[in-house]
């Protein structure tokens, strides 16, 4: 790394850091309304998270069921998170989620559609009407190459590969942002009238996930953290019932919901439909939580497989309707020699959302830190305990381009102040003398924290495991600040730092809520306590010079629903308890 070169200078009224849907959202939204915007991300534009994002975009259409509406889509949110969302967040989006559909036809994403024309949608775990629009099952895929589209037809300018180490500030506002081309060290300041994050999650921290390498380091709310931002929902983390077991070099690999959402069947070793022990009522389309530790609690009483998983069938469907409806998961495990027309994927639970992230304001997306702005899978308030699968496209969409225009109406209502230099050369040394560090023992401690998170923090918790967690990381942290100088590998070494932080917020959090609700389970905690329906916050402590030091935990009440959603609960609730007694 090149890092003692003078750097490269940019100036712009927003910056948005991250190259997912919800950053490119922002910047169409800032173009359009004439702003001045950067983008930077640490991946290619087209190769962002999204596209893992396979099942699809949820959105109260009607389209095949009139009977659906926004406020029983925010029901069903709410319910799903067990009631830790924040309404307000949850009915925004609900209210304008049918409208991120209409934006993403007019930008040519080829939705299926049924013969006579309407949008297709499909049905989800845990929603009470289809209102899944797709496209087979690379739905993130299409929408983020139609996001690409559209940002190269406006010429938006995108800086790619380019890892942000940090946010500027003077006198407590953000403004700017400081890191290096990862290609050659190149260091890169920018000057901003505010700041949008949209840095994805935090779940790189375990073992198994559905991220890529070097992906979803919890890099962004690291930076939110460390200039006074605070922290909320960090112990719940969704495990996704179904991510790929065999070979181990594609351990976590992500097996799209939409398997189960068309007709999948879960079977243990013992050839039982298990879910019958679980949700006879719902069976494979129950919520993403309770299927997950079904297949945990099979696995772990013995009826699992050799690789330690469960197995997901739909060799009963027609090959055709495989073929037209999953074509990715076809693709997927053909390459590694399993035909799921004829044959089960073998599958297992696998860390996949941060439901948790930066504390945000609902309506503006704005943290408590002046002139920083968060949005997407960075952000927390929309899932709660459990995120229902199809929501979080649409939170990117959605919350991308709310986020973008109040981060603008900031930006020019509020000027950027110049830079303070002094700060920017501080971090410069600072890296520095992180990228002497040896990369080959940063990244040994990297895995190692992945496998503390996921033998104690994962998807079944104690006292104890988490306790044991919390020592191992800081002897993790110990050794990462005492490693020996050697070949450097500074994204690796930037990357434990960010994921270091997120992991101990995650466990503290954990520790503190003694209950087990949605996707956070505590064997030793095994009821939900109504007194914990609060939100955990993580708070910063900082110092003159800015970074933070540790962390504090406070807890926080959450608003009530609006009447709609209200009566929207309680007719659901209904209608399941007479399906139930049927």
Known sequence: MQLDRTPTRYTTDVLVIGTGGAG???????????????????????????????????????????QDSWAIHAADTLKEGRYLGDPRAIELLCREA???????????????????????????????????????????LEIIHALVRAVDARAIPILERVYVSDLLTVEGRVNGALGFRLEDGQPIVIQAGAV??????????????SSRRRENTGDGMALAFGVGATLADMELV??????????????????????????????????????????AERMELSTRDRVALANYTEIMAGRGTEHGGVWLDVSHLPAEVIEQRLPRMKEQFALVGVDITREPMEIAPTAHYSMGGIRVTPETHATEVPGLFAAGEAA???????????????????????????????ASEHPAPPLDETQIQRKLLRLSELSSLDGATQRALLEELQSVMWEDAGVVRTAEGLQHALEQLAQIKRRAEESPNGAADLPATLDLRSMLLTAEATVRAALLRTESRGAHQRADYPQTD??????????????????????????AELPEPS??????????????????VE
């Not at 490119?24 to 640490?42: C, E, P, T, Y």
């Not at 949008?196 to 996930?209: C, D, F, K, M, N």
């Not at 594609?250 to 069947?265: D, H, I, Q």
């Not at 329906?533 to 935990?553: F, K, M, S, Y």
């Open 24 to 66: 490119l959202r922002a910047a169409l939204a800032l173009h359009d309304q004439g702003h001045r915007v950067l983008v930077l991300g640490k991946r290619p534009k087209a190769d962002a998270h999204t596209v893992l994002a396979a099942g699809g975009i949820n959105a109260a259409l009607g389209s095949l069921d009139p």
């Open 98 to 140: 049918p409208q991120a559909i209409d934006e993403l036809v007019e930008l040519g994403v080829p939705f299926a559609r049924e013969a006579d024309g309407r949008l297709s949608q499909r049905y989800f775990g845990a929603h009470r009407y289809r209102r899944t629009c797709f496209v087979g099952d690379y739905t993130g």
């Open 196 to 209: 949008l994050l949209a840095t994805g999650g935090h779940i790189h921290i375990y073992r198994r996930s």
């Open 238 to 279: 969704q495990f996704h019932p179904s991510g790929m077991v065999w070979p181990p070099e594609l351990e976590g690999t992500l097996v799209t919901e939409a398997v189960r959402g068309e007709g999948g069947r879960l079977i243990n070793t013992q050839g039982e439909r298990f879910m019958a022990r679980y949700d």
């Open 380 to 410: 927390a308030g929309v899932h709660g305990a459990n995120r229902l699968g199809g929501n979080s496209l649409a939170e990117i969409l959605v919350f991308g381009r709310i986020a973008a225009e109040h981060a603008a109406q900031f």
């Open 530 to 555: 109504p007194s914990w329906q609060r939100t955990i916050l993580v708070l910063p402590h900082l110092t003159d010079e800015g970074p933070n030091t540790g962390l504090a935990l406070a807890t």
């Open 563 to 580: 009447p709609e959603v209200v009566a929207a609960i309680d007719e659901t609730e209904i209608e399941m308890a007479g399906r139930l």
